[in-house]
């Protein structure tokens, strides 16, 4: 991990709003980046949480049955961080 979670201020927030393209493909490669971002930052993760669950919320009722995919695996991976962590 190193540096990485210093980094995550400045990453997250252009993803996140990449869940409102009109592009699906803009919206999954999104959900597939913050995936391994979660992956790998774990704990650090936790603090993105509410804009996390807020972006999971509309993606989950999303017209491509591909983004709803990613996202429901997004969801689960930000659960299970989620009750895995100390904080």
Partial sequence: VGNFSMFLPLIVPPVLRSFDDTD???RYYA?????????VARDDFVV?????FDALCKLSADVDPNVQNAAHLLD???KDIVTESPN
Avoid: G, H, P, T
Avoid at 31 to 39: F, G, Q, R, V
Avoid at 48 to 52: A, E, R, S
């Fill in 24 to 26: 699906s493909r803009v």
């Fill in 31 to 39: 959900c597939e980046a913050l995936y391994n971002m979660a992956k």
């Fill in 48 to 52: 993105f949480f509410n804009d996390v």
């Fill in 76 to 78: 689960k991976l930000i």
